[in-house]
């Protein structure tokens, strides 16, 4: 079912991580979370969260139980290890689900597709990823409105002061995603188009804000 997401090698690993009490404790979100749900594109890495603190060296000693483990980044509540070459990052994320968890055929929870795209949408303020940008453009194509996800990112991270000129001029960041390569997509899209679609929603958003100084936010 999950071939076209995950190449065996990746399964395998993720079978291994379910074989671990504390990983279980986790959930999987970002982009290979949401591959699994739109089945937009390949992925190969794998970010789970949680909202409880953990200890990253306890952390590292389970995982080594399953054998070689390599040690990207460790600090306060933060784990990115390779095991058997597949990254994995761990992360304490002190903020709310939006939605129940989704089960998954390894024994691990899937975040909910409103969770990831608010996630997304936060990354992109802070200047995300190609892999962000095509991400949420598939999201918001196939399952819902850019203002239906503003209103899940102000839900979920109630009480975090965001500038929503700032939030909606994010969605045109495309600098940094400039020098990236496109994903491996399932599903073809041109980064041009991508671009063109968010250029034309930030245009459109800002008109929903007030006093919006359309000419000057907006990148050409």
Do not use: C, N
Request: proline share 6%; no cysteine.
């Amino acid at each position: 079912m999950f071939r076209d997401i995950l190449t065996e090698a990746r399964q395998i690993v993720l079978e291994l991580l379910s074989r671990v009490g504390e990983v279980r404790t986790f959930y999987l979100a970002g982009g290979t979370a949401l591959a699994l749900h739109l089945r937009h594109r390949r992925s190969g890495d794998f970010d789970f969260f949680r909202g409880k603190d953990f200890l990253p060296q306890d952390l590292l000693s389970s995982l080594r139980e399953t054998g070689t483990v390599r040690v990207l980044q460790e600090a306060t509540g933060t784990l990115t290890v390779t095991l058997r070459e597949v990254p994995a990052s761990f992360f304490h994320y002190d903020y709310p689900l939006l939605r129940p968890l989704h089960e998954s055929p390894w024994s691990l929870s899937l975040a909910d597709p409103e969770d990831i795209a608010a996630m997304k949408l936060a990354a992109l303020a802070g200047r995300g990823s190609r892999k962000d940008f095509v991400d949420l453009y598939v999201y918001t194509r196939e399952v819902a409105p850019l203002e239906q996800t503003f209103s899940r990112f102000r839900e979920k991270y109630r009480g975090v002061s965001v500038d929503p000129y700032h939030l909606v001029r994010s969605l045109t960041f495309f600098e940094d995603a400039e020098a990236e390569p496109m994903p491996d997509m399932l599903v073809p899209f041109a980064w041009d188009q991508i671009t063109a679609f968010f250029r034309a929603e930030a245009t459109r958003l800002f008109r929903t804000l007030p006093q919006s100084p359309i000419g000057e936010l907006i990148p050409r």
